[in-house]
């Protein structure tokens, strides 16, 4: 028999006997691979829809606004001569307007936003004509064509009233257009909100009459107008529009500025690129949450084992072989999840690219590409490799002697600790001397909390700033960033909360294996089953308390961290209250079960070594 196959024979053998936990690891290698994938995919994805739209629509390489420089000035004809001017400049080859536009408040179905009014003629445009997805363009008064991101929103369908500022339209049509970010994203680049104008914080687009455009100006919102550029080189884009902006005198009473078809697309990818994000933070915080499973397992594997391979050791074994044999079950394991995880991205990519009816077509389903895959599959084995190694290397090389012994581990003698411990009762005794006896363990347990915890809060930290972006009042929209934050944060808590537990089962497992020997003891001396099972939840508890205190500021600096600085909106202390309290509670209550299995093993079966 061939070395290769005797060692998968071997692994694929100890996987088979114990099939719980070759499930329970499994899921958490996929769930980590998953939520890599997902963050790998999603890079990018809304470029297509993006340019289905912009050729669709014959969509502007510039969208030049001109704005008067102080509130007391209005637009004239001469101010109308530097949009001229700039239509005339070298490279650009097309042009539509000006047109007169201006800000307004819409209502629609109990709930109101910002709109930017756009004044556009019957007939279509050489540049930037709006493709419609219901209805007619507008052609009459007193009826408006709402950009769909908008529409969608609202709830708006064609032939539904809205105001506008007070005065009522009719919906004639629905359009998508490549000029302008959609809602809630048209002033992004445009236009500077100001606090006593809230219709321009979070806005859409709409279309209506040149005449009706000029009679819903006020003084607080005038006229501005905006004109689309065809260019020669639709690359340059961004140098043209600097170029603008640098020969601009703001003295004037009227200036010119350019926004970009690049700055569009960009903007348009804004939700995505957001969840895109979370989602790749998550994938590695899940990345070390599955080193700690591994890592875990693979020492409560160890306890359980110690016999076996000083059996393999005796029949003619090498330490490497030993080695190998314990490695490859984790590898098998990691090729699988990783297979699992790219399967599972792919499928779940399409929920979280929807782009709605803001752009033509859909994102589709993200192909996973070759490289994608390859790191997918890399960072899967490298996981396995780094919390198997150490663990896999100490087993080969024990004596065999001592693994064909079987002998429980003298607990090291600290005064001091059996100083504390002699006046607590029983089951937090037991526990406390339990995390003390395997202080890597207990800190490792620590650790895999701490990074559950530090996700779960920049998870709410991110939502809580999405949610305070200016969509406040009783009859504000719901922010769409929000809701597919929503999405996300529920996607990775279920994740990161899913791998916790396991983790929580594997440590706890872990010590009751380790500690079986010491627990037949102290039956033996007359502690009862309860008690013991106390002790090793207890054991538990005193590492989750110290990992979730830790996880609240880490997942604060893990999200400023991601952000690079900035303002953080922190979450309400409630929210951070019910994290901890949830962690200490929950955490320990999932070890109940192991703990009590653990602890009603017979003391003949616990007191002698392991025969199989």
Not at 58 to 68: E, F, M, Q, T
Not at 304 to 332: C, F, I, M, S
Request: a positive charge; charged letters at 15%; one cysteine or more.
């Amino acid at each position: 028999m061939g070395r290769l196959r005797l060692i998968l024979r071997l692994a694929t053998r100890d996987l088979r006997r114990r099939r719980a936990e070759t499930v329970l690891l499994l899921l958490a290698f996929t769930a980590a691979t998953t939520t890599l994938t997902l963050g790998l995919a999603l890079q990018g994805v809304t470029s297509r829809p993006y340019e289905r739209t912009r050729a669709a629509t014959n969509g502007p390489d510039g969208v030049v606004r001109l704005n008067a420089t102080h509130p007391s000035h209005m637009l004239t004809h001469d101010d109308l001569g530097m949009l001229t001017a700039v239509a005339k400049r070298p490279g650009v080859v097309a042009r539509s307007g000006p047109y007169p536009s201006t800000w307004g408040v819409v209502r629609a179905h109990g709930h109101a936003t910002g709109a930017q009014v756009e004044g556009r003629d019957p007939q279509h445009a050489m540049v930037d004509q709006p493709k419609l997805t219901a209805g007619r363009w507008v052609g009459r008064d007193e009826s408006v064509v709402m950009e769909a991101g908008l529409a969608d929103a609202l709830g708006v369908r064609v032939g539904d009233q809205v105001t506008v500022s007070g005065r009522s339209f009719t919906v004639s049509g629905v359009a998508v257009t490549a000029a302008i970010a959609p809602y809630p994203a048209a002033c992004l680049a445009t236009c500077e909100p100001e606090a006593d104008k809230p219709e321009r914080d979070n806005s859409g687009l709409i279309w209506a009459t040149r005449a009706d455009t000029r009679a819903l100006a006020t003084t607080t919102n005038p006229l501005y107008y905006v004109m689309n550029l065809k260019l020669a080189h639709p690359d340059s884009a961004d140098t043209f529009a600097d170029k603008i902006a640098s020969e601009q005198s703001f003295r004037a009473p009227a200036v010119a500025s350019v926004d970009t078809w690049l700055n569009v697309r960009h903007r348009d990818a804004r939700t995505t690129d957001t969840v895109r994000m979370d989602l790749l933070v998550a994938g590695w915080l899940l990345g070390m949450l599955a080193i700690a499973s591994v890592a875990v397992l693979v020492g409560g594997r160890m306890a359980d084992q110690t016999r076996r391979v000083g059996l393999l050791k005796a029949v003619g074994g090498t330490p490497a072989l030993v080695a190998a044999v314990l490695l490859a079950e984790y590898l098998v394991i990691a090729v699988a999840a990783a297979t699992a995880g790219i399967g599972t991205g792919t499928l779940v990519a399409p929920i979280l690219t929807s782009t709605g009816g803001a752009l033509l077509g859909s994102s589709g389903l993200p192909p996973v590409t070759a490289p994608e895959a390859a790191i997918v599959v890399a960072v899967a084995l490298l996981v396995a490799i780094s919390a198997t190694f150490v663990p896999a290397v100490r087993a080969a090389r024990t004596s065999t002697v001592r693994a064909l012994a079987d002998t429980a581990r003298a607990p090291k003698r600290r005064p001091r600790l059996v100083a504390l411990s002699a006046r607590l009762p029983v089951p937090l005794l037991l526990g406390l001397r339990l995390a003390a006896r395997r202080p890597r363990r207990s800190t490792l347990g620590a650790a895999s909390i701490a990074i559950t915890v530090s996700g779960v809060v920049a998870v709410l930290t991110a939502h809580q700033r999405v949610n305070s972006e200016h969509f406040a009042g009783p009859d504000a929209l719901v922010n769409p960033l929000a809701d597919r934050l929503n999405e996300t944060m529920l996607l990775v808590t279920v994740m990161i909360g899913v791998l916790a537990s396991i983790n929580a089962i594997f440590i706890v497992w872990a010590t009751v294996l380790d500690a079986r020997h010491s627990s037949a003891v102290v039956r033996a001396l007359g502690a009862s089953p309860r008690q013991v099972a106390s002790g090793l939840v207890a054991a538990q508890a005193i590492p989750v308390l110290f990992g979730a205190v830790l996880g609240l500021p880490g997942g604060i600096l893990l999200y400023t961290g991601v952000r690079h600085g900035g303002t953080v909106t922190l979450p309400s202390p409630l929210w951070l209250a019910t994290v901890l309290l949830g962690t200490v509670v929950i955490i320990p209550a999932l070890t109940i079960l192991p703990a009590r299995t653990g602890a009603h093993r017979s003391l003949a079966n616990s007191l002698q070594t392991e025969t199989t």
